[in-house]
């Protein structure tokens, strides 16, 4: 193992950034590898490198929502079982980032990356060399090249993804499917019901908002009804 190979790619964000602005309006945000589009209707498109244990990164973007804030106990400052904090955390700056809806490339080339059994050595080493990030190495042509490549090839997919988010409704629905697969797996999707909650809030209906958000509370350790801050952050949203 060379010295090389224990660093990040010199300028990985800005090599990442060049290819991202070909197709999109992004700003490159000065805390992690993440990068955001400019505001509007209340939400902005986020892109974001996730950095996994090894040294390649897979490419997830989303939306985040200005409008919408997140218990603090839900953003793993404090160990599960959630509890109640009291403290309700938005991301709206170019520092503090959120995909509160998320996207990315796995469903799309039918990698299960969550099941890894599902998958040979060979096709994991196809799927990551395609379409992850190689981060780690010397600032060579060929390393530079991988990662534009890899960018690359998410971009029709991820262009695919932000089209098919154009509605708030849209929106619901895929979060509605996210909790169908969820529950499939016998999963808690503690997210996307907080999500869709405030989603439907902000869709003036409040039976669905508290139900969702009912939800999440029952969740905690102890069970919660919902706060009054909370409460009162879903009516503000209501008459938005």
Same mark, same amino acid.
């Given at each position: 193992?060379?010295?090389?190979?224990?660093?990040?790619?010199?300028?990985?964000?800005?090599?990442?950034? @060049?290819?991202?602005?070909e197709?999109?309006?992004?700003?490159?945000?000065?805390? &992690?590898?993440?990068? %955001?589009?400019?505001? /509007? !209707?209340?939400?902005?498109?986020?892109? /974001?490198?996730?950095?996994?244990? &090894?040294? *390649?990164?897979?490419?997830?973007?989303?939306?985040?929502?200005?409008? #919408?804030?997140?218990? *603090?106990?839900?953003?793993?400052?404090?160990?599960?079982?959630?509890?109640?904090?009291?403290?309700?955390?938005?991301?709206?700056? /170019?520092?503090? %980032?959120?995909?509160?809806? +998320?996207?990315?490339?796995f469903?799309?080339?039918?990698?299960?990356?969550? =099941?890894? *059994? #599902?998958?040979?050595?060979? @096709?994991? +080493?196809?799927?990551?060399?395609?379409?992850? %990030? !190689?981060?780690? &190495?010397?600032?060579?042509?060929?390393?530079?090249?991988?990662?534009?490549?890899?960018?690359? !090839?998410?971009?029709?997919?991820?262009?695919?993804?932000?089209?098919?988010?154009?509605?708030?409704?849209?929106?619901?629905?895929?979060?509605? /499917?996210?909790?169908? @697969?969820?529950? @499939?797996?016998?999963?808690?999707?503690?997210?996307?019901?907080?999500?869709?909650?405030?989603?439907?809030?902000?869709q003036?209906?409040? =039976? &669905?908002?508290?139900s969702?958000?009912?939800?999440?509370?029952?969740?905690?350790?102890?069970? *919660?009804?919902?706060?009054e801050?909370?409460? +009162?952050?879903?009516?503000?949203?209501?008459?938005?």
């Amino acid at each position: 193992m060379t010295e090389d190979s224990l660093r990040l790619i010199p300028d990985l964000d800005g090599i990442v950034c @060049e290819v991202l602005r070909e197709h999109l309006d992004v700003t490159q945000c000065p805390k &992690g590898h993440c990068w %955001v589009t400019p505001w /509007e !209707n209340h939400c902005r498109k986020v892109i /974001e490198l996730y950095p996994l244990k &090894g040294t *390649s990164y897979p490419v997830f973007w989303g939306l985040n929502f200005d409008f #919408l804030p997140w218990e *603090s106990c839900m953003l793993g400052v404090n160990p599960k079982p959630f509890n109640v904090t009291g403290k309700l955390v938005y991301h709206r700056t /170019e520092k503090a %980032v959120k995909r509160d809806l +998320r996207g990315d490339v796995f469903p799309y080339i039918h990698y299960h990356f969550m =099941a890894p *059994s #599902l998958h040979t050595y060979e @096709e994991h +080493r196809a799927f990551r060399s395609k379409y992850f %990030v !190689n981060a780690y &190495g010397a600032d060579t042509p060929e390393n530079r090249k991988q990662i534009e490549d890899a960018v690359r !090839n998410n971009m029709p997919y991820m262009l695919d993804w932000f089209g098919r988010m154009r509605t708030e409704e849209d929106m619901i629905l895929a979060l509605t /499917e996210e909790i169908r @697969e969820a529950q @499939e797996k016998h999963a808690l999707p503690f997210g996307a019901y907080w999500v869709r909650g405030f989603l439907k809030a902000k869709q003036h209906d409040m =039976a &669905g908002a508290v139900s969702d958000l009912a939800w999440v509370y029952q969740q905690f350790d102890p069970p *919660s009804p919902i706060p009054e801050k909370t409460m +009162r952050k879903l009516i503000e949203i209501d008459r938005m």
